[in-house]
T-cell receptor
Framework: EAQVTQNPRYLITVTGKKLTVTCSQN?????MSWYRQDPGLGLRQIYY???????DKGDVPEGYKVSRKEKRNFPLILESPSPNQTSLYFC???????????FGSGTRLTVV | QKEVEQNSGPLSVPEGAIASLNCTYS??????FFWYRQYSGKSPELIMF????GDKEDGRFTAQLNKASQYVSLLIRDSQPSDSATYLC?????????FGAGTTVTVRA
């Protein structure tokens, strides 16, 4: 089944403890992206990647890192999480411009 | 100014009626336009895309695009209770895909 898989689905962590949210897609998509979704603010793009080793900042990149060492994987790293990073995170992938994104199931992160 | 704005909800329509959702965008360079549906607690799901001015129909859904007015809309005909969800407008310019905050639609039986 074609899908984007994120792990974990739920995560509670403490301020400053480094964490990684994994994302993997099995559709051989070139584009991958991370979004956060907050009430009233909608989906905001954190980082995106056009291909292996090619990444760029979205609208809200502060406090996040990404890497794209393989085409199928695009992990999101929070080096020192803070409470304002409490949010619902989505990974998404696409064949390319104009094709639309397929979203993962989401990761609900709480930083206390 | 937000890049993508949607009409504020929630929108409540009776079963069988037409639900009309509107979206405006600020970037004239935008090339592709999408509508996503998001059920509560679920991830967004692509339901329509449109690239050219005019109408595009897919089943009970019709997307309309007017680039001169920077306006995109979605009509849901013969609304069903299963259409109750939040609808997200998304606008693409190159690699950047920007979303509106969404409009929540409730279809009452």
């Amino acid at each position: 089944e074609a899908q984007v898989t994120q792990n974990p689905r739920y995560l509670i962590t403490v301020t400053g403890k480094k964490l990684t949210v994994t994302c993997s897609q099995n559709m051989n998509h070139e584009y991958m992206s991370w979004y956060r979704q907050d009430p009233g603010l909608g989906l905001r793009q954190i980082y995106y990647s056009m291909n292996v080793e090619v990444t760029d900042k979205g609208d809200v990149p502060e406090g996040y890192k990404v890497s794209r060492k393989e085409k199928r994987n695009f992990p999101l790293i929070l080096e020192s999480p803070s409470p304002n990073q409490t949010s619902l995170y989505f990974c998404a992938s696409s064949l390319g411009t104009g094709r639309g994104y397929t979203f993962g199931s989401g990761t609900r992160l709480t930083v206390v | 100014q937000k890049e993508v704005e949607q009409n504020s909800g929630p929108l409540s329509v009776p079963e069988g009626a037409i639900a009309s959702l509107n979206c405006t965008y600020s970037d004239r360079g935008s090339q592709s336009f999408f509508w996503y549906r998001q059920y509560s607690g679920k991830s967004p799901e692509l339901i329509m895309f449109i690239y050219s001015n005019g109408d595009k129909e897919d089943g009970r859904f019709t997307a309309q695009l007017n680039k001169a007015s920077q306006y995109v809309s979605l009509l849901i005909r013969d609304s069903q209770p299963s259409d109750s969800a939040t609808y997200l407008c998304a606008v693409e310019d190159g690699y950047k895909l920007s979303f509106g905050a969404g409009t929540t639609v409730t279809v009452r039986a």
